[in-house]
Structure formats: C-alpha cells, structure tokens
C-alpha cells in the first residue's frame, strides 16, 4: 500500500491495518471514537425464548456503563450502547448487526446473545473491521480462528468454552460416581453440538460408549419421546445441553416417568431461574460452571455491595446472567483503558492480545489472551442444586 493510500484511509477514519504473523493482515474499524464517547453494541434476546437471559445481561451491561461514566469514563470517554433485541433469531441478529455497524457505527459489539444469533451476524462485523468480544456463548467459532484468515483474529470469548467446560465435568462425575452408560439431549444448534462435541470427545478417551444420543429443536417444549428414549436406552446420567426451560422440561418429564436417574447440565443449565422456576423437579441437577453464584444473604464485601447496587437500579435480584453481562463491558473497560488516551482499533487489540490479566470482583479464574489464544480459561467447577440453591461440588477441574 502507498504512503498516499495509507494516509488517505486513516484520515477516513474506517479502519486501520495490523501486521500479524507471515503475511496475513487485519483491518481493525476505528469507527465509533470521538473525543468524548466509544460506541459499542450489543444484541439480546428480550422478547423470545431466552429473555430470562437476555434482560438480565442487558442491565448487568447498563449497569457496568453507568458506573464507569460515573467514574469518569475510560480515558475521559464516556461509553455509549447501543442495545438491539435479536429475540433468539439469527436473522434478526443480523438485522440487528448490519443496523449498528451501518447507521450507528459501534467501535466493538460486546456480549451478543446466543450462538445461532452471533454466528449469523459475525462476518458483518468482521467484513467492518468491528471486534466482537465476549459473546453470550462459548461455542469454539467465538474465540478459535484461522491465522490464514486475518478478520477471524476479531473474535475474544471471555466465557467457559462448552467443549472443554463439558468434558471436565463429565470426567469428574464419570469417575466419581462410576457411571457406564451416560447419554445426551441437546439442542439442535451450534451451542448443543458443542456440548455434543465435549461429550463425545471425553467419553472416547474413557472408552466409553454413549447408551443414547437425541436432540431436540431450538424453542421445543416437549421433551417427551427423549426422555423416553433415553430411560429405554438404559441411561444413567443423562447429560444436557440445555437452557432454561428445556433443561426444567426434560427434568420434569422424567420425574412423571418415575425415571431416577442423575443429570449434569452444560453452563447455560447453571443459573438461578432453574432451582426457582423447576423447584422439587431440578433438585439434585449437577451443572459445569465457570465462577460460583453469589447470595445476597452470603456474599460479602464487593460483591455484596453490588447485589444490592443491582437490585436498587432494577428492582429485581441480580443473577449469573447479569454477572456475566456486566463482566463484559468491564472486560472491554479494562482493556479499552489499558490502549491509552490515544485510543484506536489496533491498540485496543493490541491491549487484548497483550497478556494482562483482568480480575473481576466475583472471584473468576483471571481473564487473559495471547495473540494466538482468544480464550480466557477453561477452568472448570460442577455445582449441585441443593435445597433449591446452587452449591459448589467440585472446583479447578480440567479434562
């Protein structure tokens, strides 16, 4: 490229180039910066079959904008989101990404919800040079990329991978209950093979064979005729890649079946609506996690403060979903802080592939990327529902 052409595109403001490894380069938007505000954007499911996720990631989100504004912003900018509904729908997670990137045009979309949605909409953002960071998913299209394709080095995920969060928990409970014919209901979509692939993967290296395999589409309500497959084929432990409501269904529908068998959920299962909502039929549920779920009545200091800080502004009680929303812009802040005052779309990745390490106030394991590793830890812990909470079983578990 000329000097003249180089010139001309970053006085264009659009996107700057960053040199990578061999010959490979990434265009990285520098849209969405002013001298007193970063855009960003996000889109949730408000309205679909996921809300329960998607309404409380989007106040944890406002809230964690609220508090950095009120602290002066990240090097004097104040941050701007735009919040989109995608409504669990991949088009309208496109819908949604072509509006911010078009009309609104976000510096980074952070958070998005759910993985049918974020990889619908991913190769607008890449094709805008716009990172997406931190998605409301750990499927492995959000942080595995190909040197060979330069926009891919965009993509961060700062959640527990389901892959590996999957195999760890099924080996642990494998080998500590001893179980020898485990089995699986998943969804129908890039989250549920995922789960699948973890599953799979880990009962290869147990040699051990699946007793059963059933998938159900994204949005049933039925989960009869797994549930009975699965007790036919003689299961006893059922995995799930589930949600919410899928995750109570399945649960629910072998309880009518007089089905006494044990379950362990992916990380979507590992929320406080499942207890609350499935009450007596999710009682003794086992689910991989990434952190432990804080209660008001426990937690103590930081987190304490911000479970009522929380349940001030939104009149409601905070939940793993509004940790997780909240620790993705504070992520992004702390990142976007440690580009400078002098903030551009290459520094801000440069910032993320820098190795420094964020810690947030919830204990996680700490959040770091390399320039070929976009993922932040695979450390994983199995909790247990128990009196209708969740209790940890079993923490710092690797495949």
Same mark, same amino acid.
């Given at each position: 490229?000329?000097?003249?052409?180089?010139?001309?595109?970053?006085?264009?403001?659009?996107? @700057?180039?960053?040199?990578?490894?061999?010959v490979?380069?990434?265009?990285? $938007?520098?849209?969405?910066?002013?001298?007193?505000e970063?855009?960003?954007?996000?889109?949730?499911?408000?309205?679909?079959?996921?809300?329960?996720?998607?309404?409380? @990631?989007?106040?944890?989100?406002?809230?964690?904008?609220?508090?950095?504004?009120?602290?002066?912003?990240?090097?004097?900018?104040?941050?701007?989101?735009? +919040?989109?509904?995608?409504?669990?729908?991949?088009?309208?997670? *496109? +819908?949604?990404?072509?509006?911010m990137?078009?009309r609104?045009?976000?510096?980074?979309?952070?958070?998005?919800?759910?993985s049918?949605?974020?990889?619908?909409?991913?190769?607008?953002?890449?094709?805008?040079?716009?990172?997406?960071?931190?998605?409301?998913?750990?499927?492995?299209?959000?942080?595995?990329?190909?040197? /060979?394709?330069?926009?891919?080095?965009l993509?961060?995920?700062?959640?527990?991978?389901?892959?590996?969060?999957?195999?760890?928990?099924? !080996?642990?409970?494998?080998?500590?209950?001893?179980?020898?014919?485990?089995?699986?209901?998943?969804?129908?979509?890039?989250?549920?093979?995922?789960? +699948?692939?973890?599953?799979?993967?880990?009962?290869? @290296?147990?040699?051990?064979?699946?007793?059963?395999?059933?998938?159900?589409?994204?949005?049933?309500?039925?989960?009869?005729?797994?549930?009975?497959?699965?007790?036919?084929?003689?299961?006893?432990?059922? *995995?799930?890649?589930? @949600?919410?409501?899928?995750?109570?269904?399945?649960m629910?529908?072998?309880?009518?079946?007089?089905?006494?068998?044990?379950?362990?959920?992916?990380?979507?299962?590992?929320?406080?609506?499942?207890?609350? %909502?499935?009450?007596?039929?999710?009682?003794?549920?086992?689910?991989?996690?990434?952190?432990?779920?804080?209660?008001?009545?426990?937690?103590?200091?930081? *987190?304490?403060d911000? %479970?009522?800080?929380?349940?001030?502004?939104?009149?409601?009680?905070?939940?793993?979903?509004?940790?997780?929303?909240?620790n /993705?812009?504070?992520?992004?802040?702390?990142?976007?802080?440690? /580009?400078g !005052?002098?903030?551009?779309?290459?520094?801000? +990745?440069?910032?993320?592939?820098?190795?420094?390490?964020?810690?947030?106030?919830?204990?996680?394991?700490?959040?770091?990327?390399?320039?070929?590793?976009?993922?932040?830890?695979t450390? $994983?812990?199995?909790?247990?529902?128990?009196?209708?909470?969740?209790?940890?079983?079993?923490?710092?578990?690797?495949?």
């Open positions: 490229m000329s000097r003249s052409l180089r010139t001309f595109g970053l006085a264009a403001g659009a996107v @700057v180039l960053t040199c990578l490894p061999a490979a380069q990434t265009k990285v $938007t520098n849209e969405g910066i002013s001298a007193s970063i855009v960003i954007g996000t889109h949730q499911d408000l309205s679909g079959p996921i809300k329960v996720w998607g309404v409380p @990631v989007s106040n944890g989100m406002k809230m964690a904008v609220e508090e950095i504004n009120a602290a002066g912003g990240i090097n004097g900018r104040k941050i701007r989101m735009i +919040l989109e509904d995608n409504g669990y729908d991949p088009k309208k997670g *496109v +819908l949604a990404s072509q509006k990137v078009e609104d045009k976000i510096f980074a979309m952070i958070g998005s919800m759910g049918a949605p974020t990889l619908a909409a991913q190769d607008i953002l890449f094709d805008a040079g716009v990172l997406q960071l931190f998605p409301l998913t750990a499927a492995e299209f959000t942080f595995k990329f190909d040197p /060979a394709k330069p926009q891919e080095r993509k961060f995920n700062n959640l527990l991978p389901y892959v590996e969060s999957t195999r760890a928990a099924l !080996k642990y409970m494998v080998e500590w209950k001893n179980f020898q014919k485990p089995c699986i209901m998943h969804q129908d979509d890039e989250y549920g093979k995922n789960v +699948l692939d973890g599953f799979t993967q880990q009962l290869t @290296v147990m040699k051990l064979q699946a007793a059963s395999v059933t998938s159900y589409k994204r949005g049933a309500s039925d989960f009869s005729a797994q549930i009975a497959k699965m007790k036919s084929d003689g299961c006893d432990l059922v *995995v799930l890649g589930t @949600v919410i409501r899928e995750t109570i269904g399945a629910t529908e072998a309880k009518k079946l007089g089905w006494e068998v044990t379950f362990l959920g992916a990380t979507p299962t590992n929320v406080l609506e499942v207890p609350a %909502l499935g009450k007596d039929a999710v009682e003794g549920l086992y689910a991989a996690s990434g952190f432990e779920i804080p209660y008001e009545d426990t937690a103590k200091g930081k *987190v304490h911000w %479970l009522i800080n929380y349940k001030k502004m939104f009149n409601t009680d905070a939940n793993t979903q509004a940790i997780i929303g909240y /993705a812009v504070t992520t992004f802040a702390f990142y976007a802080n440690k /580009a !005052k002098d903030l551009t779309g290459q520094k801000m +990745l440069d910032a993320l592939e820098s190795g420094d390490k964020f810690l947030d106030i919830f204990n996680s394991p700490p959040t770091k990327f390399s320039k070929t590793d976009h993922l932040a830890n450390i $994983t812990q199995v909790q247990q529902v128990k009196g209708g909470r969740w209790v940890l079983v079993k923490d710092n578990l690797m495949f």
